[in-house]
Nanobody
Framework: QVQLVESGGGLVQAGGSLRLSCPAS?????VGWFRQAPGKEREFVAA????????NAADSVKGRFTISRDNAKNTVYLQMNSLKPEDTAVYYC????????????????WGQGTQVTVSS
């Protein structure tokens, strides 16, 4: 059983930064970050393989967000820089077995989410 508890969300001004954390108990091959804005479908943000050798990111966040992992701490991070109001959403981390997948159905376990709000 994999347990996921996201943290690091909050309120930040446009142009600011936040770092989200996802400590994941148990072995998994891929950890992904997804987000859901009010009234919108949940969408892929970024993913990383267990080894860290495979990463994937949505075009909307490339160059601004960086996903990384510390296997010694069993934690995946999402560093978010140059935040925009359109990044406002609940951010979820999830684990699965397809390395770096952007497909939600490839993920088996999901956290409860952490709110990120970017003010203009």
């Amino acid at each position: 059983q994999v347990q996921l508890v996201e943290s690091g969300g909050g309120l930040v001004q446009a142009g600011g930064s936040l770092r989200l954390s996802c400590p994941a108990s148990g072995r998994t091959n891929s950890v992904g970050w997804f987000r859901q804005a009010p009234g919108k479908e949940r969408e892929f943000v970024a993913a990383i393989s267990w080894s860290g050798g495979t990463t994937n990111a949505a075009d909307s966040v490339k160059g601004r967000f960086t996903i990384s992992r510390d296997n010694a701490k069993n934690t995946v991070y999402l560093q978010m820089n140059s935040l925009k109001p359109e990044d406002t959403a609940v951010y979820y981390c999830a684990t699965g077995w397809v390395a770096g997948s952007s497909v939600q159905s490839d993920y088996d376990y999901w956290g409860q989410g952490t709110q990120v709000t970017v003010s203009s």
